[in-house]
């Protein structure tokens, strides 16, 4: 496609947290044209008055998926909660390519996905053709796909650190264990107990210890890239902050491997992979650092044990962590520049 012709974007979930970065990010576009946005409880109202820092746009107001006139819908993003997203996307007409943010088409095992999101997957024959939307490692299914699934932010974050590792066998299958963080933003708009500011200010809180449904997904992946079965100890953490993500990985390296082979390997593996950057030696990934914008940046040490190494990776679990993925995504499957309304640096502080 030419840069110049104009794709139309509707966004499920556009009053949620996702949709909203989604459309931030997508209001400067040079492609896109947003056609509808989509939302449950706020249809009816206007974007602006969701969410005031869109003010300035204009845009069409929040309606429900019965009231969208899909002719006029090229593609569909998609922030919808999981367990909804797959019953909403299967209503769609062929003719509309998706992007989903949501967990719904990530496990390739319908059986697996049954097991850790405690119902019966919606949609199996759409599930079958979906492409897992981790854009520097399938680009080319992405291109092709009618339906990307992007990942999750702690599996993007972990998969980005330790994919390339499990693929080039720098590292262990086994003793892998993720120390994971994540500000408050990933736990979505609606309102919760434990994300209240008097619950969440002030404190640091591990949750899904042992039983969070990112461990089958990550597995999955490091498994496909390893040939073989990969275990991980995954635990999540809450964050007093907003936005940000950080995974500390200790990993066992393979036979002869130092923490020097696994910064090389991953230098070489994102080399041309323009918002992944394994930071310098002695450089510390902290999400101030990326956040705000689509980058990941990723650093290697060198664990005191004998044979180990510590590979820090940090997201801006809404950018690269969800939208800014999903239109990273967008653009490969439109054969447009992957970095096009990206291109943003970082706030800090
Ligand atoms: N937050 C994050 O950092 C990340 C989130 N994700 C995933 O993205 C998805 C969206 O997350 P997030 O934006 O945080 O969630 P939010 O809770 O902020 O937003 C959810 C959105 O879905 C809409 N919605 C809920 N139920 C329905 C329904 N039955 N029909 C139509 N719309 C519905 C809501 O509309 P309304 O409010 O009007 O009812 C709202 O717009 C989830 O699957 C999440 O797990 C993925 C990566 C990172
Ligand atoms: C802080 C917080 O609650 N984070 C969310 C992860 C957000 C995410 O990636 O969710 P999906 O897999 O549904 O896309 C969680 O742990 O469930």
């Known amino acids: 496609m030419t840069s110049t012709q104009t794709i139309r974007a509707a966004v499920l979930g556009a009053s949620g947290y996702t949709g909203a970065d989604l459309i931030r990010l997508a209001a400067r576009h040079p492609s896109i044209e947003i056609t509808a946005l989509i939302a449950k409880a706020h249809a009816g109202q206007p974007l602006a008055k969701v969410y005031p820092h869109f003010a300035s746009l204009d845009l069409p107001a929040l309606v429900t998926a019965d009231e969208v006139d899909w002719d006029n819908v090229d593609v569909a993003f998609c922030g919808l909660p999981h367990g909804t997203a797959h ?45 897992y939307g981790l ?69 640091l ?55 020097d082979d696994v910064r090389e390997g991953l230098a070489k593996a994102y080399a041309e992979s323009p918002f992944v950057r394994v930071v310098e030696e002695g450089v510390i990934p902290a999400t101030q650092h990326v956040r705000g914008s689509n980058y990941c940046h990723i650093g290697v040490f060198a664990d005191r044990i004998p044979g180990r190494a510590i590979v820090i990776s940090t997201i801006d679990n809404l950018v690269k962590g969800s939208a800014g993925q999903a239109l990273q995504n967008f653009n490969l499957m439109y054969g447009l520049d992957e970095t096009t309304a990206l291109e943003q640096l970082p706030l800090f502080p």
């Open 87 to 131: 019953n909403e996307i299967a209503k769609l007409p062929d003719s509309v390519k998706v992007v989903d943010m949501s967990a719904d088409f990530r496990l390739r095992d319908l059986g697996t996905y049954a097991e850790w999101y405690g119902a019966e997957h919606g949609a199996p024959e759409l599930a079958e053709g979906a492409v």
């Open 135 to 203: 854009t520097e490692h399938y680009r080319d299914a992405i291109a092709e796909a009618r339906l990307v699934a992007c990942p999750g932010c702690y599996p993007t974050a972990v998969l980005l650190a330790l994919l390339p590792l499990s693929k080039s066998g720098l590292i262990a299958a086994d003793g892998i264990i993720i120390d994971a963080k994540s500000g408050v933003s990933g736990a979505g708009r609606s309102l919760k107990q434990n994300i209240l500011f008097s619950e969440a200010g002030e404190g």
């Open 205 to 259: 809180s591990p949750y899904g210890v042992g039983t969070h449904r990112h461990v089958p997904e990550i597995e999955q992946e490091l498994g496909a890239a390893a040939g073989k079965s990969v275990t991980v100890n995954f635990t999540p953490h809450l964050v007093p902050m907003t936005r940000g993500e950080l995974c500390t990985c200790y990993v066992q390296l393979a036979d002869g491997t130092s923490a």
